[in-house]
Structure formats: C-alpha cells, structure tokens
C-alpha cells in the first residue's frame, strides 16, 4: 500500500493541528494505520494507532487526552487530530500500515508500509 502523510506545519504551543494519511493499494479498511513521530537525535516512538475493522485505537502517554485518531474507509484515510501541542511534539511524523491487531501496533517492527512523513513545528 501506498501512503502519503500531509498536515504539518508550524503551530504555537497549545495549538491544534490535523494530520492526515491517504492511503492507496490493498483494501483499506482491512489494515490498521499507526503514527510514529522521530525528532532529531531520536528514535522513531509511537503516537497512536487505530485498527482495521473495529476502529480500537491506541495511544502513546504523550498523546492520551490530547491527540484523537479516526479513520474514513470510505475516503482512504486516517487523521490524527492533535490539540494542546508543546515544543517536545516537534518532529517528523510518518503514518504507516500493518496487518496486525492489538498492543504490537505500538512497535515500529509490526508495520510493512511508511509514508514519507510531515514536519511538525511546535513553537514556545
């Protein structure tokens, strides 16, 4: 499958931002969709994922109570809406896809396709 990650920018801190992930190729709907973020000198770490069919998501404790993942199977796409950004959320995020379900969509290994990420900026 194909995606393409789009929607960053610069934002001031407490700012909102919605990302999104367009997706191509295989069926959709049968994939679960994660987000992972890699700021310089850092590893790529997980933000949140949304699963396939049931639409169960899971989120980083960073992100909880802050960013809300959705999915439109109709249109391809995944949007990671982030409110209450801070400074330490400015990085690369990539969206990418797997065939699993459940916890092992926190780790990077479970996903078989990436996107080419989108640069958030969160400015104090």
């Known amino acids: 499958v194909q995606l393409q990650a789009s929607g960053g920018g610069l934002v001031q801190a407490g700012g909102s931002l919605r990302l999104s992930c367009a997706a191509s190729?295989?069926?959709?709907?049968?994939?679960?969709i994660g987000w992972f973020r890699q700021a310089p000198g850092n590893e790529r770490e997980f933000v949140a994922a949304?699963?396939?069919?049931?639409?169960?998501?899971y989120y980083a404790e960073s992100a909880k109570g802050r960013f809300a993942i959705s999915r439109d199977n109709a249109k391809n796409t995944v949007h990671p809406q982030m409110n209450s950004l801070k400074p330490e959320d400015t990085a690369i995020y990539y969206c990418?896809?797997?065939?699993?379900?459940?916890?092992?969509?926190?780790?990077?290994?479970?996903?078989?396709?990436w996107g080419q990420g989108t640069q958030v900026t969160v400015s104090s």
């Open positions: 190729g295989r069926a959709f709907s049968s994939l679960s």
């Open positions: 990418a896809a797997a065939e699993w379900i459940g916890p092992r969509l926190r780790t990077k290994d479970s996903y078989t396709d």
């Open positions: 949304i699963t396939a069919s049931s639409g169960i998501t």
